[in-house]
């Protein structure tokens, strides 16, 4: 949408340049939780109106992206870490407090990387359009992030040294982990299943009752999810699962037609196509468990292992969106 002309793209970057700046206003966990609401707008626009403006512009563009206003948000905490003024893996305060501009500017140029990244991954040839490139680029506007202003990628003084084996020396502890409470295989492989479901079962039906939305359908739940994270903010101990929900609605999209076979169509709901549906919801929590995975071992990996915020549902969501993608594929 936003390289179709050049007035269209400048539209874009002047409003990445103030989303990113908001981000970091407002901080970036708030500024998700904003994509929560957007997403949910998105989808009142498009099934009163059938446009996806809402989606790529608001939810997923330079308005409230997170390659936007969330990376936004955390490179901002960065560079404040940087300067002794916060801590950089605190993503849920709002910088605007500090009462330092030039920390909303780090914002505003992150906003801008974002939104230029995101383009420029989406031209890749078959990787661009096989991946979550929104999620890509806030794992690399983080990554850049913490190379400038996190005194380098990975700590080893974050590891344990002693320890015997790679996954017990990355092991969480009390002054390195990410969610205590979900940080165990039976805590985040639970998550995975039942929030893949969830985000499969929602993804199934409206792909099911508003022809053409299975392009979006896995974000509802994506949208509900971010929405989550405004309560955890809040202090309440909430499960943090948009990297599954998301996931697990993507890999129910595109299994469900090839488990229906060659007469399946979207908007019927046949007998052979119940069963279907039943079998996608098995796919979507065994990719939905992958993805858990995947974010507590991004988050032993990086995410802890450094000053600054990298964020480990990022990393799973593009890796894990691949894996379906490639697989569907495959089985296609």
């Given amino acids: 949408m936003f390289t179709t002309t050049l007035g269209i793209f400048l539209l874009g970057l002047t409003v990445a340049l103030a989303g990113g700046f908001v981000g970091a206003a407002i901080g970036a966990n708030y500024a998700f939780a904003m994509t929560g609401f957007n997403v949910f707008a ?52 709002p910088l605007a407090r500090l009462g330092r501009p030039s920390v909303l500017l780090v914002g505003a140029a992150f906003g801008l990387f974002g939104y230029l990244t995101q383009i420029a991954i989406s031209f890749i040839p078959w990787f661009g359009s096989n991946t979550d490139s929104v999620a890509l680029t806030v794992v690399i506007s983080a990554v850049v992030a913490r190379l400038l202003f996190g005194g380098g990628l990975v700590r080893r003084d974050r590891m344990n040294p002693t320890a015997r084996g ?6 969480p502890d009390e002054a390195n982990h990410w969610l205590r409470y979900q940080e165990k295989a039976p805590q985040y492989l639970t998550i995975g299943a039942f929030f893949g479901i ?43 699962q948009h990297h599954v929900t998301i996931v697990g609605g993507l890999a129910a999209v595109k299994f469900m037609p090839l488990i229906a076979g060659d007469a399946f169509t979207w908007g019927e709901w046949g007998e052979t196509i119940r069963w279907a549906a039943v079998l996608a919801l098995v796919v979507a929590a065994l990719f939905g468990m992958v993805s858990a995975f995947l974010g507590e071992f991004q988050s032993r990996l990086v995410h802890q292992r450094g000053a600054t915020h990298i964020d480990p549902p990022a990393m799973a969501i593009w890796v894990s969106t691949t894996l379906v993608l490639a697989t569907a594929a495959l089985f296609s």
């Avoid at 969830?198 to 508003?210: C, E, P, Q, R």
């Fill in 198 to 240: 969830l985000g499969g079962g929602s993804a199934i039906a409206l792909a099911t009752y508003f022809p053409g939305a299975e392009q979006w359908a896995h974000t509802f739940a994506f949208g509900f999810s971010a929405l989550v994270v405004l309560f955890l903010i809040l202090g309440h101990g909430m499960p943090v």
């Fill in 42 to 93: 998105a989808w009142g626009m498009y099934i009163g109106s059938g446009s996806g403006a809402g989606f790529d512009f608001l939810a997923f563009g330079p308005f409230m992206g997170p390659h936007v206003a969330f990376a936004g948000g955390v490179a901002a905490a960065a560079y404040a870490h940087s300067r002794g003024l916060a801590d950089g893996r605190d993503v849920s305060e």
């Fill in 166 to 171: 790679f996954w017990a020396r990355i092991a």
